[in-house]
Nanobody, 123 residues
Framework: QVQLQESGPGLVKPSQTLSLTCTVS??????????WSWIRQSPGKGLEWIGY???????FYTPSLKSRASISRDTSKSQFTLQLNSVTPEDTAIYYC???????????????WGQGTQVTVSS
């Protein structure tokens, strides 16, 4: 069974870059079955899809974050990462990595989730 685990700093200062890593185990990060996704949850906005990286290595983002977000992967380490530049307190949220089935779409199509990690943007 696929397992996902987020890691990274829990506190980031405004204007800095948020960087999180998701480690994938129990399956190949290059599988054609999943898009590896980042999702966040905040009291003000609820659940928000950030983006995902597809088997070819290309990444896609929600328009509101496209200019600041970057998702990449390291296949040798079975990890994919999220970088969010120029953060503000509005980026404070619980950040999740998750696997989106390529045969499905929508919020109910994420088969596996990390436990989530709280990231607070504050000076």
């Amino acid at each position: 069974q696929v397992q996902l685990q987020e890691s990274g700093p829990g506190l980031v200062k405004p204007s800095q870059t948020l960087s999180l890593t998701c480690t994938v185990s129990g399956g190949s990060i290059t599988t054609i079955d999943y898009y590896w996704s980042w999702i966040r949850q905040s009291p003000g906005k609820g659940l928000e899809w950030i983006g995902y990286i597809v088997p070819s290595g290309s990444s896609f983002y929600t328009p509101s974050l496209k200019s600041r977000a970057s998702i990449s992967r390291d296949t040798s380490k079975s990890q994919f990462t999220l970088q969010l530049n120029s953060v503000t307190p509005e980026d404070t949220a619980i950040y999740y990595c998750a696997s989106l089935s390529v045969l499905c779409s929508g919020a109910r199509c994420y088969d596996y989730w990390g436990q989530g990690t709280q990231v607070t943007v504050s000076s």
